[in-house]
Structures are given as C-alpha cells and as structure tokens.
C-alpha cells in the first residue's frame, strides 16, 4: 500500500486506508467524498487505486484556506485530472459510486442527508463507510447511523476504532466473507462476537454473546494505535518523524518522559 504519515493524513488511521482500498469494489470506477478537508483520504485511494475517479464534495464553510491546501495537494501529486470538487451533491442524483466516505458536517440531521444520498447513489456492489462513527462530541453520527440501519436500507459489516463499513443488505454476505478473509490473511485482531469459554480481558466468559447490528453479525477490528497498524500492515515508513527525540517520544511512556524531562531540567541548573 502507498501510505505517507503527514499533516494530510494524520486523522487517518493506515488499517481504514487498508481496508477501503481493499473492500471497494471491482472494478473500481468512482468514489465519493463527502466532507474533503485536507484531501488524506481521497489520495490515499487515488494513488493506490490507479482508475479510480473521484467526486469530492466539500463547501468548506470558513475555510477557504484548508480548500487551497487540498487543491495544492491534488496538484503535487499529479491527481487534479482524476477529482471533480463539488460544494454539494445536489447535481448528482444519477451517478453511481463505488465508495462513499462520509466525513461532513456532523450533526444527526447533516449525516442523515449523506446517508440518504449514499444509499440512493451506491453502485450495486458497492460500500458506504462513516467516518468518526463513536467520536464523543458528535452522538448524531451513530444516531443517524442507526436509523438508517433499522430503516433496512444499509447493513453494516464492518466496524474499525473509527469508521463503520455498510453495504446494501442483499450484499452483506459478500461483503462481510471478504472482510474477514482480509483481516484473517493480514492477521489484523478483530472479534466477531463472544463465544462461552473466550478470553475477555483475563476473564472467561460464562455465555455467548452476539455482537449483532439489527441481525447483522459484525467484524470489530482490535483497538491498536496508528505505530502498530503500520507495523502490522508492513510499511516501509510508518511514522514521518523529524528527530529521534519524536521516536523516543512515540514508544516511551509518558511518565518515562516527565521523569528523564525533570532529570534533564535538574542537569541544565548545575
């Protein structure tokens, strides 16, 4: 995978780059990118996915600075042929896409929109995935994301410490049996529910227990930082560090560096 650990791609975990360019559909055609910011996202897909084109929709409301970085961006790397930016999905009711990465504006009422958008515009085969699925701030996103489950329109398959994976119902078979060959062939930790006997956090469980979405078995990636998903997935440069003062930082405990940031405040009175 052609992966660079940047200020473009830093709200990005490698495993939902992995499993995006992975699950999406062949033979990928078109992606649609609701909510661009910075562009991480979508290059990540375009570099590795060589034929795919992308709709990126984006109004970047009071951000006109971060809408020129993203331009600048597709332009370095040569993608600018391949990405139509758009302020909003309305001129888009007929198009079809193989992917669809909703990262927009986070209230329920906002999400509920794009999830509408998605399922009436997603190709047959082809996948939603929700971006900030648990974040704290934002209980609209698994609000909204919800009722579009239980509405029976999308069936979630997929769940990473991020971002949700849903398709059309009639392919949630496929949709699933490949995810779980891909985690079990990369040997990425995930649980698919509970069974009488398992290790829970050093404890035995005493019974089953399914982790079922509305009927949906799901696949839950293990909780493990970006460093560790890198190693994991064998890149090359898994973290782009200035010194090795960031390395040091990046594996050391934090109370490790107070102690050695207090030794080294204490030497420099002498």
Not at 173 to 195: C, D, F, M, Q, V
Not at 254 to 270: M, T
Request: aromatic share 10%; with cysteine.
């Amino acid at each position: 995978m052609i992966w660079e650990t940047d200020e473009n791609t830093i709200w990005l975990d490698p495993f939902d780059a992995f499993f995006s360019i992975n699950l999406i559909p062949a033979p990928q055609k078109s992606v649609c990118e609701i909510g661009v910011y910075k562009g991480g996202f979508l290059m990540v897909l375009l570099e590795n996915l060589p034929h795919l084109q992308a709709l990126a929709v984006d109004p970047y409301p009071n951000s006109e600075n971060i809408k020129s970085i993203f331009i600048h961006n597709i332009k370095a790397k040569k993608l600018e042929s391949r990405v139509r930016l758009l302020e909003n999905y309305d001129s888009l009711s007929d198009q079809k896409f193989d992917l669809v990465h909703i990262d927009g504006e986070h209230s329920e009422v906002a999400v509920l929109s794009d999830l509408q958008f998605a399922t009436h515009n997603l190709s047959s085969k082809g996948i939603v995935v929700i971006d900030d699925i648990w974040h704290p701030l934002f209980p609209g996103i698994v609000s909204a994301t919800m009722k579009v489950i239980h509405q029976g329109t999308l069936a979630p398959f997929l769940i990473s410490r991020n971002k949700m994976y849903l398709c059309k119902p009639s392919e949630y078979n496929h949709h699933y049996n490949s995810a779980r060959s891909l985690l079990k062939l990369t040997e990425i930790p995930y649980s698919s529910g509970i069974s009488e006997g398992s290790d829970i956090l050093g404890s035995k469980s005493t019974y089953s227990q399914a982790n079922s979405i509305n009927g949906f078995n799901q696949l839950v990636v293990g909780n493990i930082n970006k460093f560790q998903q890198s190693l994991i997935l064998g890149l090359e440069n898994p973290v782009k560090l200035s010194s090795a003062r960031e390395i040091f930082k990046q594996i050391t405990p934090p109370i490790f560096v107070k102690i050695l940031r207090k030794s080294a405040a204490a030497y420099r009175s002498r």
